[in-house]
């Protein structure tokens, strides 16, 4: 009997392929050479007086601030933000449909469009120091 139920449940509920192909690729997102920054406040501006505003983050790491606005729209979100002391940097953003690297200017300002819904978090390489980290958070 016990054999028989043996792999039951991944024939009768498979885990979707693509979602073993993303938590794969979850493991290459690791990096323990990385500051971790935390998350030290959260806005959320939806709802407010009937409007869809954008939700605020801010995470720290040291000397870093990262500053980043998130606006909803469907599916995806557009990310804007700020890194301070502003300074340029890669920012790699994690997110549900893979990497996406962005840069940020001199003044370290950042854009991205198009991230998935869900879980995200920001990977940025400023020249000096080491690289930063955020947390995932859920968008």
Known sequence: MP??????TTRMDPVPLHLVALAK???????????????????????????DLPDLFTFTAGELTIEVEIAVAGQTAALTGQLVPPQPARIRVDHA???????????GRFS????????????????????????????
Do not use: F, K
């Open 3 to 8: 054999a028989d139920l043996r792999g039951l």
């Open 112 to 139: 991205a469009a198009g991230i998935a819904r869900g879980h995200l978090r920001l990977h940025c390489h400023p020249p000096q120091g080491g690289p930063v980290q955020t947390s995932w958070t859920l968008v």
């Open 97 to 107: 449909d893979g990497p996406t690297w962005v840069e940020a200017d001199g003044l």
């Open 25 to 51: 690729e979850s493991l290459a997102w690791r990096d323990t050479d990385a500051a971790l920054a935390r998350l030290v406040a959260q806005v959320d501006l939806a709802g407010v007086r009937g409007e």
